[in-house]
């Protein structure tokens, strides 16, 4: 795992913690920490697609 695939998914994380961990927040707070959940983990999943590239060796031994 690439290291802003790691970072992605500590925010993700953190921002998912602190969503569970404050059930009495107003509703926009909770809608832009929803919405930074959703954010951090998109770009988790494109930092792991990117990150995990195929080495080909077409000279077979």
């Known amino acids: ?3 802003s695939a790691f970072l992605l998914l500590i925010m993700t994380l953190f921002s ?3 969503l ?3 059930p009495g ?3 926009s707070l909770t809608l832009l920490l ?3 959940c959703a ?4 770009a988790f999943l494109v930092a792991l697609m990117l990150g995990r590239r195929i ?3 077409p000279v077979l031994r």
């Open 16 to 18: 998912l913690a602190a």
């Open 55 to 57: 080495k080909f060796d």
């Open 39 to 42: 954010l951090f983990a998109l």
């Open 20 to 22: 569970w961990l404050s």
């Open 1 to 3: 795992m690439s290291r």
């Open 25 to 27: 927040l107003e509703g």
């Open 34 to 36: 929803k919405g930074a």
